[in-house]
């Protein structure tokens, strides 16, 4: 899939900053990318745990006065958990937008417009740049309401946008 993705973006004249930095893995971005942003946040909660834990059998041995080494390293085995709490949301806050599980990316350079219609009405249209990341806040039959990352909010069609998680028909199903 990550080669899929390689082809595809280079095809694409621009696309989103992050999910370059993503697909090149360079640096950091290359730990980042070991792990969906899911993922990450599994890792928080399972370091968030960890950490309580270590710290609750910290101050339990605090009252045994011969189990001090043993102590000590409940109170590292806590601050390395709390440390990996940190590096993970860290991790997860890097995706960005592509962490949202209501993210899109739009297949085709089109305009967003203020109406969902193709009807000749007056209306304000912005460009759509293929590549954009953008996150979808409403649905209307054929047509998503999306807000791109710069702040600008219209409507395009449906088929211009490829979710990045699951199908796009089982997220935004018409009412």
């Given at each position: 899939?990550?080669?899929?993705?390689?082809?595809?973006?280079?095809?694409?004249g621009a696309y989103?900053?992050?999910?370059?930095?993503?697909?090149?893995?360079?640096?950091?971005?290359?730990?980042?990318?070991?792990?969906?942003?899911?993922?990450?946040?599994?890792?928080?909660?399972?370091?968030?745990?960890?950490?309580?834990?270590?710290?609750c059998v910290w101050v339990a041995l605090a009252y045994v006065y011969r189990l001090k080494r043993l102590q000590f390293a409940f109170a590292i085995l806590g601050l390395l958990?709390?440390?990996?709490?940190?590096?993970?949301?860290?991790a997860r806050r890097e995706y960005g937008l592509l962490a949202n599980p209501d993210a899109v990316v739009a297949i085709v350079e089109d305009k967003l417009k203020s109406v969902p219609t193709d009807l000749d009405v007056e209306q304000i249209e912005s460009s759509l740049?293929?590549?954009?990341?953008?996150?979808?806040?409403?649905?209307?039959?054929?047509?998503?309401?999306?807000?791109?990352?710069?702040?600008?909010?219209?409507?395009?069609?449906?088929e211009n946008f490829a979710p990045l998680y699951g199908k796009l028909s089982d997220r935004f199903q018409y009412p």
């Amino acid at each position: 899939m990550n080669w899929d993705l390689k082809v595809a973006l280079s095809k694409s004249g621009a696309y989103y900053p992050i999910l370059s930095r993503l697909v090149k893995g360079d640096g950091l971005m290359a730990y980042i990318a070991l792990l969906t942003p899911a993922q990450w946040e599994r890792v928080s909660y399972i370091a968030m745990f960890a950490a309580g834990m270590a710290f609750c059998v910290w101050v339990a041995l605090a009252y045994v006065y011969r189990l001090k080494r043993l102590q000590f390293a409940f109170a590292i085995l806590g601050l390395l958990s709390v440390a990996s709490v940190f590096g993970a949301d860290w991790a997860r806050r890097e995706y960005g937008l592509l962490a949202n599980p209501d993210a899109v990316v739009a297949i085709v350079e089109d305009k967003l417009k203020s109406v969902p219609t193709d009807l000749d009405v007056e209306q304000i249209e912005s460009s759509l740049p293929e590549g954009s990341i953008c996150l979808v806040s409403k649905q209307f039959p054929g047509w998503l309401k999306v807000e791109m990352p710069n702040g600008e909010i219209g409507w395009s069609r449906k088929e211009n946008f490829a979710p990045l998680y699951g199908k796009l028909s089982d997220r935004f199903q018409y009412p």
